[in-house]
Structure formats: C-alpha cells, structure tokens
C-alpha cells in the first residue's frame, strides 16, 4: 500500500501529459532544452580552446551576456505575450534562435562568441515567457498544478542533466560539430510548434471597455505581483542563493576538472553527468518531500546541501567530485522548482503572462550578478574558488533565512 502511494507521488506530475496539446508543447519544449545544453558545453570546450587559462572569463562574459538578454527583454515578452498571437511568438522566435546556433561551429574569433550568445537569448527571452504563459490556456484546471510543476522541473533538469550528456556526446563529436546537432533538436521542436492550433495560443480577449494599459505599466505590475506575495519573494531570493553555486558549477567545473585534475573531456562530461543525476532524483520526489503552501523545507534544504557540496570540490578527486556533484544537482533542483509551482497557485491566470516574465527577468539577474563572481574567482584563485564560492553561498542563505523567511500571521496563530 505504502508502496503504491509513493509511486503515485511520483508520477503525479505526469498525469498532465493525459492533455494531447500539452504533451505536445511539453516535448517541444524538452527538446529545445535539451538543444540549449548542447550549447553551453559546446560554448565551454569552445572557450577552452580559445584561451586555456581564461576559459573561466569567456564563459562568464558569454553566460553573463546571455542572461543581461534575459533581464532586459523577457519582462516585455511576457507582455508580449499577453496581447498578440503566441504561436507566431514561439515558432518565429524559435526558428531565429535555430539558425543563430547553426553558425556557432564557425566561431573563428572570441568576441563573435559574445554576439551570437547575446543574439540567442533576446530571442530566448521572447519564448521562454510565452511557452509559460500558454499552459493555463490549454490545460484543464484539475491538471494545472501538475502540469506547472512538470514543466518547471523540466526546466530545471534539463539545465543541469543535459550539460552532462551533451558532454558525453561532445567526446564522440568533437566541440564544434554538437552545434549542429543542437540545431537539428531547434528543427524538430520547430515541427511540432508549427503543429499547434493557433486558435489555443491566442492572447487573451480584452474588455475593450477598458482602457489597455502601457507596456510599462504591464511590466511594472509584474514586478508588484512577483514580490508582493510572501511566499513567492522568498523563493524568488532563494533562487539568488542557489543561482550564486550554480554559477561556480557552471563556469568553473571546467577548469576544475581539465585543469585541477587533469582530466580528458569525457571525464567533464560524466562530472556533469553526475549533477544532472541529482536534479533528476530531486524533480521527481520534490512534490513528495514538500507539498506546503510555502515550500521553505524543499528551498532551504536544497540550497543548503547545493552550498555544501560545492565548497569542498577544491580538495576532491575524480569519484568523490562525481558524489559530491550528485549532491549539488540535487540541491540545485530542490532550490529552483517550487518558484514557478508557487507563481501558478498564488497569481490569477489573467496576469500570469507578465508574472512569468518579470520572474524569468529577476531569475536571470540573480545568475549575472553570480556569474561575474564566479569568473573572478575562478580566474584569480583557482585552488579555492569553490571553497570561496561556497563560503558566499552559505553566507547569502543565513541572510534570506533570517531577513525574507515568511512568517506565521500572528494573529492566525492566536486563534
């Protein structure tokens, strides 16, 4: 009995996927994720092979312009995406983003790095904000929460298991030649967008008795929506926290494993590997270990085993990193789902367009404040930045825990 509850925890995010459009939608999405790792661990080895010693910079610098985009485009897409036509939104922009990625293995110099990861990911910022923004709309609201918490965890599990196969895969490859492969993942998610109903993916209808307000005042009210509700401002910093270790995973594991230990490309990709086990293992049983209006057990927890694993990574060998990587892709995972579950629960359908872009926006402002951080450190002390990184991770929790941990009403408590 016992057995057969737990199995149905764990598959309870599934049952979203009973909805023919939105598995649809889901799998696009899955395989243009999928496709954005092969990026970045392409962009990794790319930066290696640029400058051995400043690989830590050139990922920094092309990660750091890849989120600015974010933080200065996504809250007007999910404007956007509350006024016109979104299938036209997803698939243009997508399509733009394919052959942007074509043109990567013929990078020749490192500034054409920066512009083509800037180019990227203003298109990105347009259809991130979109895709969220349609699930309301084509999923029924028995399934809702099931079908938010799906795709957020997809999210964030592909972001962290699809650098390790995408290592993997690169071995056999060669650096340059994954690009192409993660462009022919942007052409079959391109298909299957190209599939949908365009009239499911319209924007919805306006009273026209209204007066409409400006772009701006929509963006500003995202904001206001995003950090008004307790719950969500807390996870939101919580995310800072954790985006602050993952960028030292990120920008620094490949130079902790080439450079510290000497170690080939596939040995990088099965350390990232490892992380992506973790933030498997955690976005299936995170709905099972925290099911609270708040979610604080499933982000303090996360963030603090994240910090952990991350400040002992100087002083490890090849398999006691692979443990410890495992721990922090768990972390990682526990930390980042339950934000966007939250902003699905708490904020009305109608304003959740903007919502999710404002978050996508302060989600990504967190990583390009971690990652220059980061490359510093990675660059300026490259036997202890994971013990300097850790230290400013644990240091960032005890803050948010103290300053932004929501708190009992009083005067629920008195009654």
């Not at 299957?192 to 924007?203: D, G, Q, R, V, Y």
């Amino acid at each position: 009995m016992k057995i057969d509850k737990a199995i149905s925890r764990l598959t309870e995010p599934f049952q979203a996927l009973q909805n023919k459009l939105f598995a649809k939608v889901y799998l696009a999405q899955t395989i243009s994720l999928l496709g954005d790792a092969f990026t970045w661990v392409g962009l990794a080895l790319l930066a290696y092979q640029f400058g051995e010693g400043r690989a830590a910079i050139i990922l920094a610098t092309a990660l750091t312009l890849r989120v600015t985009a974010f933080i200065i485009f996504s809250p007007f897409a999910g404007v956007l995406a509350d006024r016109i036509d979104r299938k036209k939104i997803l698939y243009t922009t997508h399509f733009i983003r394919m052959g942007l990625v074509a043109l990567l293995p013929f990078i020749t110099a490192e500034w054409k790095i920066y512009v083509l990861v800037f180019l990227m990911n203003v298109f990105n910022a347009f259809f991130s904000p979109t895709y969220r923004s349609i699930i309301p709309q084509i999923v029924d609201k028995k399934l809702y929460r099931q079908a938010i918490g799906l795709s957020a965890a997809t999210y964030q599990l592909l972001g962290v298991l699809g650098p390790g196969l995408a290592g993997i895969l690169a071995v056999w490859l060669g650096a340059r030649e994954i690009f192409l492969v993660d462009a022919a993942t942007f052409i079959i998610a391109g298909i299957l967008l190209l599939t949908l109903p365009k009239s499911f993916l319209n924007a919805p209808k306006e009273d026209v008795s209204k007066e409409r307000p400006t772009t701006w005042q929509d963006v500003t009210k995202g904001a206001k929506l995003l950090f008004q509700n307790k719950y969500i401002r807390f996870a939101l910093f919580i995310e800072l926290v954790s985006a602050m270790a993952g960028a030292f995973i990120l920008v620094n594991t490949i130079v902790l494993v080439k450079g510290g230990l000497n170690l080939p490309d596939k040995d990088y990709g099965l350390i990232m590997a490892a992380f992506g086990i973790g933030a498997t293992v955690a976005a299936f049983v995170s709905g099972a270990i925290d099911k609270s209006r708040s979610r604080q057990v499933s982000l303090i927890l996360g963030v603090l085993t994240l910090g952990l694993a991350i400040s002992a990574a100087n002083y490890l060998n090849f398999s006691l990193l692979f443990v410890f990587w495992i721990f922090a892709g768990l972390g990682q995972s526990l930390a980042e789902i339950p934000s966007e579950t939250l902003i699905g629960e708490n904020i009305p359908d109608s304003e959740q367009g903007k919502v999710y872009g404002s978050h996508f926006a302060f989600s990504h402002l967190w990583w390009a404040i971690s990652y220059p951080i980061a490359g510093f450190l990675g660059t300026n002390f490259p036997e202890k930045e994971f013990l300097y990184g850790g230290i400013i991770t644990l240091s960032l929790l005890l803050v948010v825990f103290l300053f932004l941990r929501p708190k009992k009403n009083v005067r629920n408590q008195i009654k």
